[in-house]
């Protein structure tokens, strides 16, 4: 089994920054790339940015120079640095692990408000 807790959610104002944390533990060897999605109310769940173990990178369009995903291996941490945020990020942001063996494993979920 492997876990994933997220932290660093919060208010923000428009245009402020958040870090959004990822500890996985357990069986964590079974990971392969892991990543961050977003689901606003109304809206389907969304990829936001991804990392693969050798460090290869991939993001959404809409947060393309504006967030920098990152990982740490010997903390088993997975970073999402949030800049220049706008309302429209607003959103639960899960991170995601990938299971080749199976369904991937999912955190539960961090809260991110961008508002004025």
């Known amino acids: 089994q492997v876990q994933l807790v997220e932290s660093g959610g919060g208010w923000v104002l428009p245009g402020g920054s958040l870090r959004l944390s990822c500890a996985a533990s357990?069986?964590?060897?079974?990971?392969?790339?892991m990543g961050w999605y977003r689901q606003a109310p109304g809206k389907q769940r969304e990829l936001v940015a991804s990392i693969t173990k050798a460090g290869s990178t991939n993001y959404a369009d809409s947060v393309k120079g504006r967030f920098t995903i990152s990982r740490d291996n010997a903390k088993n941490t997975v970073y999402l640095q949030m800049n220049s945020l706008k309302s429209e990020d607003t959103a639960v942001y899960y991170c995601t692990g990938e299971n080749p063996y199976g369904p991937n494993y999912w955190g539960q979920g961090t809260q991110v408000t961008v508002s004025s």
């Open positions: 357990g069986s964590i060897f079974r990971i392969a790339a």
